[in-house]
């Protein structure tokens, strides 16, 4: 019997090994990769460019106010009557645009027809590319002396945390609606199936069974909003005030964070002083703050998030 060498017969199987056309080469891939590679890198760069540069006016700053100067209800560089006004001022607003804005995005997903709903979502949507200055003189000109002041009768100053708040709470709208809508049209139309069929009618089906499965993104929505109006400048810098003001009525004129922020980087402030580096410790505050929205309401996502 003649032999055959190992390496030269065939296979065990009988069969000849294909080629491995999984491992050629894609230049083109590796280009995208690195460019997506790049992008995320930039990102991660810029925010850390931003802290940096926040973070060295800082440390001047409280080597020249110490931070129960800065912790404290008044004071020169009293910071809490500023966080006090921005939560008011966004509290305000979530209450307007959580119920508008789901409400909106309820009847986007679940009641509207394909023909009304290719014309109203975009012009929900277009509420978000008013500028925001846009917003603040509506709020001086229309919210406090005609809705405010003619039309409820309240007893409200020129600027004041309660006009800025509604404003705001408009400009919010858009954002939830949009990505609670999308979040809620992710639901399968099974479990709508299934609710109608076991006798639900389409406000039951909508409130127990669809708005729970898409509750991960609806949460993502509101903090989204939160978070833009947290960080929102013109609107409140425009229609709250100038003067901070630690108080507990939203009639009254009061500054926030970000309003303060502008007012002091307005150029009458000296570069390098201690007032002018207040506003990088007002500002390093924010960032905090915002982060631990940011980071509560990922937590919140992740454990409540349902895959379909």
């Known amino acids: 019997m003649s032999s055959v060498s190992a390496g030269a017969g065939p296979s065990p199987t009988g069969l000849h090994q294909a080629p491995n056309l999984g491992r050629r080469s894609r230049p083109l891939e590796s280009v995208i990769k690195a460019v997506l590679m790049a992008s995320a890198l930039i990102s991660v760069a810029i925010t850390v460019g931003i802290v940096i ?36 001022v966004t509290v305000i607003a979530l209450l307007v645009a959580v119920p508008l804005g789901l409400g909106a995005a309820m009847y986007l997903s679940e009641y509207a027809s394909r023909r009304a709903r290719k014309y109203l979502k975009p012009t929900v949507e277009l509420l978000a590319g008013v500028p925001s200055v846009v917003y603040g003189f509506f709020a001086l000109t229309f919210v406090t002396p005609t809705l405010l ?38 639901v399968p139309q099974a479990l709508r199936q299934g609710s109608l069929a076991m006798g639900a009618n389409r406000m039951q089906t909508t409130l127990r069974v669809v708005f729970p499965a898409a509750l991960s ?37 009061m500054q926030t964070m970000t309003g303060f922020i502008a007012q002091t980087a307005g150029g009458e402030t000296p570069v390098g002083s ?29 454990r409540f998030r349902q895959v379909y």
């Open 217 to 253: 993104g609806i949460a993502a929505a509101v903090v989204l909003g939160l978070s833009r109006a947290v960080g929102e400048t013109m609107i409140v810098a425009l229609a709250a005030g100038a003067q901070k003001n630690l108080s507990a009525d939203p009639r009254e004129g």
């Open 53 to 88: 540069a926040l973070v060295r006016p800082v440390i001047e700053f409280f080597g020249t106010v110490p931070f129960s100067d800065f912790f404290a209800t008044e004071g020169k560089f009293a910071v809490i009557p500023l966080v006090a006004a921005t939560a008011m």
């Open 149 to 186: 002041q003619d039309i409820l009768n309240l007893d409200v100053g020129f600027t004041n945390a309660l006009a800025a708040g509604l404003v705001l709470g408009v400009m919010i709208i858009p954002t939830i609606a949009s990505l609670a809508e999308d979040a809620m049209s992710a």
């Open 274 to 302: 201690t007032e002018y580096n207040t506003l990088f410790a007002v500002g390093l505050l924010l960032f905090i703050i915002t982060l631990l929205i940011n980071i509560v309401s990922i937590s919140f996502v992740r």
